[in-house]
């Protein structure tokens, strides 16, 4: 039988989210903002002074590890800058156009697949297969809702906070594209995650180590997909991680490989922002251990 007490704790931090939503606790310090929400998404409290879960640590990097580089390198137009300068322009995957406003798009002039993306975002893809099924009004609607959203806000990850909206335009790659997100420590990479069925009904998420073998780790409410063989140029995927995390505490250096190339996706500093549950604590732990913080 649930509990009064239960029942009211389980409203109060269904409250905190959805005040989170409406900017009523933007006023909020960064600390304060971070503890009612990690409370409310996860259930426990956030313990910044000795964090050992991977999401407490994320938090704990959000307000610790503040760098002016890393706006420009979860910026989807400026981080191709550096992926040109340290490693090559053959790894971008090539640029249709950039706007700065909704206004400058010209639709007609788009190919018939393309990716838009919003520059300042996280999750703000609009995937066009076929321009002639493309609802432009509705397109145009939710470009305006992120022109006008500042992702810091959400997660109070400093990144964000100061990135110029801009909305770019990319080539489309492929129907069912699978993602390998390099989860990076120190440098070091560690774990892949593997997304298939992106854009489709039989999504996935698997986690896999550097020998490629399927772990158990997982996130409650996600489906586990088909082992599948080693990337064939896992290898080399591998060393673009870890060059591309050797500053960094902890980072997921997103990466596809397609027609026999591989393709940069992006950085990210804040896996589901330090807000999303491992399938137990003792995972959430584990990676946690992971992220050797200077404390």
Request: hydrophobic content about 35%; aromatic content about 14%; charged content about 30%.
């Amino acid at each position: 039988m649930v509990s009064n007490q239960s029942v009211i704790k389980k409203s109060f931090r269904k409250l905190v989210i959805v005040l989170s939503k409406t900017g009523l606790l933007n006023t909020l310090s960064d600390k304060a903002y971070l503890k009612a929400y990690f409370w409310a998404k996860l259930g426990y409290k956030l313990n910044l002074k000795q964090p050992v879960t991977y999401n407490e640590k994320l938090q704990w990097l959000k307000i610790h590890d503040r760098k002016e580089a890393y706006i420009h390198q979860v910026d989807k137009y400026e981080v191709r800058k550096l992926i040109a300068d340290e490693l090559s322009e053959d790894y971008l995957v090539p640029m249709i156009a950039l706007y700065d406003t909704i206004e400058e798009i010209n639709w007609s002039e788009l190919p018939d697949k393309f990716v838009m993306k919003a520059t300042h975002g996280s999750g703000s893809n609009i995937i066009c297969s076929n321009k002639a099924d493309l609802n432009i009004e509705d397109a145009e609607r939710q470009l305006k809702w992120w022109m006008k959203r500042n992702w810091y806000w959400f997660g109070r990850a400093y990144p964000y906070k100061h990135i110029k909206p801009r909305i770019i335009v990319e080539e489309y790659l492929e129907d069912d594209i699978t993602d390998y997100k390099f989860m990076c420590f120190n440098g070091e990479p560690k774990l892949v995650q593997v997304h298939m069925g992106r854009h489709g009904d039989e999504k996935s998420i698997d986690f896999y180590d550097m020998d490629w073998k399927k772990t158990t780790i997982g996130r409650p409410h996600e489906n586990h997909g088909p082992t599948i063989p080693k990337p064939q140029f896992f290898d080399e995927m591998k060393s673009i991680a870890e060059q591309l995390s050797a500053d960094n505490y902890h980072v997921r250096i997103d990466l596809y490989e397609v027609n026999n190339k591989v393709y940069f996706g992006e950085k990210t500093f804040y896996s589901a922002s330090g807000f999303a549950p491992f399938n137990s604590i003792e995972e959430d732990i584990y990676l946690g251990s992971l992220i050797d913080l200077p404390i």
